[in-house]
């Protein structure tokens, strides 16, 4: 899977957005982009995911740059609740390959400030 | 309620002892999933399966073994061949996409086992 570059800790109050950046240079035209994060003593849940137009769910919005080289991941409005790991993955969807698995780095910390 | 159920929550294991996490899933998925964590670390992932009597090997195989006898069920047994096994383990399952190919879809987690060896 190809790399993705996220900063390791972010801090937001609570009631404000959050904007968490994610880089993915090598990117292909087949990979989709999923976010992922993780409460402490948790499994990872999903959060998003999206290919090139942004998206927007109950929990969060994805913004896509036009060249898919980066990403941003949107809380509208971080609340304690959103204080997790937030990881930022690139999956293949081309037939076969190695798309059934999701290569987690380190992610980014958000600590959410009351 | 749908879902994925780990269980135990804490384990403990002296050196020398296989042990055996179970996971079981009621989502009706034909994907299930091992990762591991280490502390301040991302998941990486042991072994898969995609059918019923038939799983793969991920990228850190050595040490585990599994089992799919049953669609809802994945167990994963650390022998004591797995130098370092303390860690926290993560299963997983999600569906199939067309063909039987793996597809984007999400991927759903247990809440986890924590292994200690002592």
């Known amino acids: 899977d190809a790399k993705t570059t996220q900063p390791n800790s972010m801090e937001s109050n609570e009631e404000e957005p959050v904007h968490l950046p994610c880089n993915h240079s090598t990117i292909s035209g087949t990979d989709y982009i999923h976010w992922y994060r993780q409460l402490p003593s948790q499994g990872p849940e999903y959060v998003i995911h999206?290919?090139?137009s942004n998206v927007n769910n109950r929990m969060a919005s994805l913004a896509i740059a036009e060249d898919r080289k980066s990403s941003t991941l949107i809380l509208h409005r971080a609340t304690l609740r959103d204080a997790a790991v937030y990881y930022c993955?690139?999956?293949?969807?081309?037939?076969?390959?190695?798309?059934?698995?999701?290569?987690f780095g380190k992610g980014t910390l958000l600590t959410v400030n009351p | 309620d749908g879902g994925i159920t780990q269980s135990p929550k804490y384990l403990f294991r002296k050196e020398g002892q296989n042990v055996t996490l179970s996971c079981e899933q009621n989502l009706n998925h034909d994907a299930m999933y091992w990762y591991r964590q280490d502390p301040g670390q991302g998941l990486r992932l042991i072994y898969y399966?995609?059918?019923?009597?038939?799983?793969q090997k991920g990228d850190i195989a050595e040490g585990y073994s599994v089992s799919r006898e049953k669609k809802e069920s994945f167990p994963l047994t650390v022998t004591s061949a797995q130098k370092n096994p303390t860690a926290f383990y993560l299963c997983a399952s999600s569906i199939l996409g067309a063909g039987g190919f793996f597809s984007y879809n999400e991927q759903f987690f247990g809440p986890g086992t924590r292994l200690t060896v002592l």
């Open positions: 399966s995609q059918i019923v009597n038939d799983f």
């Open positions: 999206g290919l090139t």
């Open positions: 993955i690139l999956r293949d969807v081309a037939g076969g390959g190695s798309n059934y698995k999701l290569t």
